[in-house]
């Protein structure tokens, strides 16, 4: 049984660029939410998807999207990066909310 | 408000001593709270959650109190070891049409060997 996945682990960028990041959730989960964790700090909640739409947003602004698609997986894309956009990126999975959240090991974005 | 408070930030005991990390909540319809470990480098984990239908849960060394009047959770771990060091977050679920989870700002504790 797979837990929660995400590609790449690391990704360093420069200022302005956009990054795609990746998240398979875990197997049976239908729910993802992606967090954005700097350091020293807890997950901070970026959005959530079910059903392939954005259910839930926190206090992110619109360079932050993303995509759920028919398997449960999903995208995290930020637009014109900022050197405060570095950080951990998790994403959780869950059999819906609120229930039990599972995290996938992140990846790590650095931005130049 | 949408706001998880967690005390202590930093906290040392001694092996074999007890520990004990405190969370308050202000969304009164709150009704899930799980705690997770977190170890430098690696992805959170969760030890022990519970549900406002509870007032207390067990599991081993580790256990979860709620107080549902006054909006706060506690996090108790007996006989620490070694190995319990790390960052500890908890979290409360938020309902805004669907639920999402507020994390508190972590306790990094240390078990002194």
């Known amino acids: 049984d797979a837990g929660v996945t995400q590609s790449p682990t690391h990704l360093i960028k420069t200022r302005g660029q956009q990054v795609t990041l990746r998240c398979s959730p875990k197997?049976?989960?239908?729910?993802v939410s992606w967090y954005q964790q700097a350091l020293g700090q807890g997950p901070q909640f970026i959005f959530q998807?079910?059903?392939?739409?954005?259910?839930q947003r926190g206090n992110f602004p619109d360079r932050f999207s993303g995509h759920q698609f028919p398997n449960y997986s999903s995208e995290l894309n930020v637009n014109a990066l900022l050197l405060g956009d570095s950080a951990l990126y998790l994403c959780?999975?869950?059999?819906?909310?609120?229930?039990?959240?599972?995290f996938g090991p992140g990846t790590r974005l650095l931005v130049l | 408000g949408e706001n998880v408070e967690q005390h202590p930030s930093t906290l040392s005991v001694q092996e074999g001593d007890s520990a004990v990390i405190k969370c308050t909540y202000s969304?009164?319809?709150?009704?899930?709270f799980p705690w997770y470990k977190q170890e430098l480098g690696k992805r959170p984990q969760l030890i022990i959650d519970?549900?406002?239908?509870?007032g207390e849960k067990k599991d081993q060394r580790i256990a979860v109190t709620l107080n549902k009047t006054a909006k706060h959770f506690s996090l108790h771990i007996t006989e620490t070891q070694p190995e319990d060091s790390a960052v500890y977050f908890c979290?409360?679920?938020?309902?805004?049409?669907?639920?999402?989870?507020?994390f508190g700002t972590g306790t990094r504790l240390k078990v002194l060997a």
């Open positions: 197997s049976g989960h239908d729910t």
């Open positions: 969304d009164s319809a709150s009704n899930y």
């Open positions: 998807y079910y059903e392939e739409e954005e259910r």
């Open positions: 519970i549900r406002s239908n509870v």
């Open positions: 959780a999975s869950s059999l819906g909310l609120p229930e039990t959240q599972y």
């Open positions: 979290a409360a679920s938020i309902r805004s049409g669907t639920y999402k989870y507020i």
